[in-house]
């Protein structure tokens, strides 16, 4: 074959859809959860994270952007805790009236969070007093809510305590202060440190638990999950 030919066949239709296909499988998902799905996800996320961030700091209330983030980021994780719990735990048969009661009592305090940011962004008072009035009804909504569960066995109260109680200290007491924190005037710088905290923690105890880890932590929950990255991530975080 002459050289013409073969510099005609490398420029054929062929080869470029080859190089297209491995570059496409590069930055693919494998959907094992390993190493290369993580470092893609952390891809992903901080460059979408990095053009945000730089509307946010450039432009007229940019600050806007930053609250609307961090209120899906809370808003997204209140669905995945009703959609993990919101199934009976005899039958596994999803109940949708007390799912969609346990995301609005759990979105309430991010609601109220999200309004004081708009507010402080906008250059309002921030209204606290409505931020903890949504903390408190989402609060007694639960409580009734265990009540209700309760009324014919006290041991669905239980388990309805079990599933709810952390995901309301966790996303309905503290989520929203990171839509808060959004709303500041550092809010932006505010909450690349926080992700880069949270981020070394899981790197910490992603290494760590993948050379040492030996002890499971939870495997009913996260079967890979080890106390020796536990403990690693728990350092990483509190030395960042």
């Not at 309760?150 to 239980?158: K, L, P, Q």
Request: hydrophobic share 50%.
């Amino acid at each position: 074959m002459s050289l013409q030919e073969e510099t005609a066949g490398s420029d054929s239709p062929k080869s470029k859809p080859m190089g297209l296909s491995s570059l496409t499988s590069l930055f693919s998902f494998e959907g094992d959860g390993g190493l290369k799905d993580r470092l893609l996800t952390a891809l992903y996320v901080l460059t979408g994270a990095m053009a945000l961030s730089l509307m946010a700091i450039w432009l007229p209330y940019g600050r806007l952007l930053a609250v609307a983030w961090s209120s899906a980021v809370v808003f997204t994780s209140v669905f995945e805790v009703v959609r993990l719990f919101g199934r009976d735990q005899d039958t596994q048969r999803y109940r949708p009236l007390p799912a969609a009661l346990a995301y609005a009592l759990l979105a309430v305090p991010a609601v109220g969070a999200t309004v004081g940011a708009v507010c402080r962004v906008l250059g309002y008072p921030m209204n606290t007093e409505f931020m903890y009035l949504c903390l408190v009804l989402s609060g007694l909504g639960f409580v009734i809510m265990q009540v209700a569960e309760g009324r014919d066995d006290i041991a669905a109260a239980s388990r309805f305590a079990e599933r709810y109680n952390t995901s309301f200290l966790l996303l309905g007491v503290c989520a929203p202060q990171l839509i808060v924190i959004s709303g500041s005037p550092i809010g932006v710088q505010l909450l690349w440190w926080i992700v880069s905290v949270v981020a070394l923690n899981d790197a910490a105890a992603y290494f760590v638990g993948r050379w040492i880890g030996r002890s499971k932590m939870a495997p009913g929950l996260s079967p890979n999950k080890t106390m020796q990255g536990m403990i690693a991530g728990l350092i990483a975080g509190v030395v960042a």
